[in-house]
């Protein structure tokens, strides 16, 4: 079976554009928390969906949203790129929502470079 | 707010010994998970093994135990005959059993020598 897979792999924006991450969880898998990831650091939280509905959301502005479709793939847009932005962003499925002890599966991530 | 500490940026063992990687927390949550994750260069993150924190014993899987000492709030990793693909940065986390969201640690590099 497939993992959990994102697009692009690498991305090179400049500031103040747009950016659409894409992420396809683990087939039944319902559930997509979207990390942000700095260079040398923990993955910090960004989003988290579940049945197309938000469940959770980190601290980051508004700048940042996504949202999750009936097949259960998920976007991540981030607008008015700033230089911080860069990183590596991760996608993680898992079976179902907050209240079990499913692990997030994660995917291999997109390295976003903001020029 | 949870929070989850590693106080070990780098470690480094030989090939076949063991090595425990450390790992506090802070939750006022009674309902929580505990995570250790491995990232290798390649970048994936890969889970090493869970706890849930109303189990008083100890997971273990394979090479790889915990110990969990949840009044300390304390959960560290123990590789034993570490191989030289255990070369990885990993990442403590806590799951909120609410939101669900993982909170991670700073992470700790380590490297397996030959």
């Known amino acids: 079976d497939a993992g959990v897979t994102q697009s692009p792999t690498h991305l090179i924006k400049t500031r103040g554009q747009h950016v659409t991450l894409r992420c396809s969880p683990i087939s039944g898998h319902k559930s997509v928390s979207w990390y942000q990831q700095v260079l040398g650091q923990g993955p910090q939280f960004i989003f988290q969906?579940?049945?197309?509905?938000?469940?959770g959301r980190g601290n980051f502005p508004d700048r940042f949203s996504a949202r999750q479709f009936p097949n259960y793939s998920s976007e991540l847009n981030v607008n008015a790129l700033l230089l911080g932005d860069s990183a590596l962003y991760l996608c993680?499925?898992?079976?179902?929502?907050?209240?079990?002890?499913?692990?997030?599966?994660f995917g291999d991530g997109t390295r976003l470079s903001i020029l | 707010a949870q929070t989850v500490t590693q106080s070990q940026p780098e470690m480094s063992v030989q090939e076949a010994e063991t090595v425990t990687l450390s790992c506090t927390y802070d939750?006022?949550?009674?309902?929580?998970?505990l995570f250790w994750y491995k990232q290798p260069p390649s970048r994936q993150m890969i889970l090493v093994i869970r706890?849930?924190?109303?189990?008083?014993q100890n997971a273990t899987e394979n090479r790889f135990s915990v110990n969990f000492q949840k009044a300390a709030k304390s959960f560290s990793l123990k590789i034993s005959d570490s191989q030289l693909g255990d070369t990885a940065m990993y990442f403590c986390a806590s799951r909120d059993g609410n939101t669900g969201k993982l909170i991670f640690g700073q992470g700790t590099t380590l490297q397996v020598k030959p």
């Open positions: 969906y579940y049945e197309k509905e938000e469940r």
């Open positions: 993680a499925s898992s079976l179902t929502g907050a209240l079990s002890n499913q692990p997030q599966h």
């Open positions: 706890q849930e924190a109303y189990k008083q």
């Open positions: 939750t006022s949550e009674n309902n929580y998970y």
